[in-house]
């Protein structure tokens, strides 16, 4: 791919050259706006629609590396579901492929438990029904897919919606594929003895719920503890007088 430089003349000032990343067919659609990711398997950068004025994400991947996002990407082309990241397009030239996807602004599980206080039980509810309505999705396919990889970091919270992403190790159950697990201590017993197996997904989820849960229940019980030890010095200071 050849990489284009623009240059843009303003009151006789020359402004900083712009770097075009993605393939000319997709800067014909999308104005690029920030490079948002970069590494040695791949490059995301925010795009803006020019006609319906959205923003998403492009993610190039050089050709020669491994097939791992194709496949992801080839997985989710045709996925649709409210608590599945959309696939847009898909898109090569000589030197890349070029997936054109939602972009999702919130932030990680991980990161949420991280930050704030606790959840609430409904809260834990309503995630719950979520990532099972997922599995349960996938899992009624004509070929059901092994999601394989439930964990804390890829369950994404943005606007009140819950997001899993991350598809890069999920098999359909008929390919007879091996199993692959992502983190090992979310694995079940058939993943770790190379299975691809649909009951694995609930147990990894079980497993994460679980997580969240104890990370909740803990801040909890250090809230409680601090507020104690408020109202045991607070007593102590009023024996004092």
Same mark, same amino acid.
């Given at each position: 791919? #050849? ?8 009151? #006789? ?7 075009? /990343? ?5 800067? *014909? ?48 082309? *045709? ?16 030197? /890349? #492929?070029? $997936? ?24 834990? $509810? ?8 997922? %599995?349960? #999705? ?37 390919? *007879? ?14 993943? %770790? ?34 507020? %104690?030890?408020?109202?045991? *010095? ?8």
């Amino acid at each position: 791919m #050849f990489v284009i430089y623009l240059y843009e003349r303003c009151f #006789f000032r020359k402004k900083e050259a712009i770097k075009i /990343y993605i393939s000319q067919n997709l800067s *014909n659609k999308y104005e690029e706006l920030k490079v948002i990711y970069e590494s040695a398997a791949s490059l995301v950068i925010l795009v803006r629609h020019r006609t319906m004025d959205h923003l998403r994400i492009v993610k190039r991947i050089p050709r020669a590396s491994d097939s791992s996002s194709m496949r992801e990407a080839k997985l989710l082309l *045709n996925l649709r579901h409210p608590n599945i990241p959309i696939l847009y397009d898909i898109e090569e030239d000589d030197d /890349y #492929f070029y $997936m054109v996807e939602e972009y999702i602004v919130g932030e990680s599980m991980a990161d949420y438990l991280y930050l704030h206080q606790s959840i609430s039980h409904r809260q834990l $509810m309503k995630i719950a029904i979520d990532l099972y309505g997922v %599995l349960e #999705f996938l899992h009624s396919l004509d070929n059901p897919i092994c999601y394989q990889d439930m964990k804390l970091e890829h369950i994404y919270l943005s606007n009140g919606r819950l997001v899993l992403i991350d598809y890069g190790i999920s098999a359909y159950l008929r390919d *007879n594929e091996n199993s692959t697990y992502g983190t090992l201590s979310y694995a079940s017993k058939a993943q %770790l003895e190379g299975k691809c197996d649909l009951k694995s997904d609930i147990y990894n989820t079980k497993e994460t719920l679980g997580r969240i849960y104890e990370s909740s229940r803990e801040k909890r019980d250090i809230r409680i503890e601090r507020r %104690l030890k408020h109202y045991e *010095n607070e007593s102590a200071k009023e024996e004092k007088l």
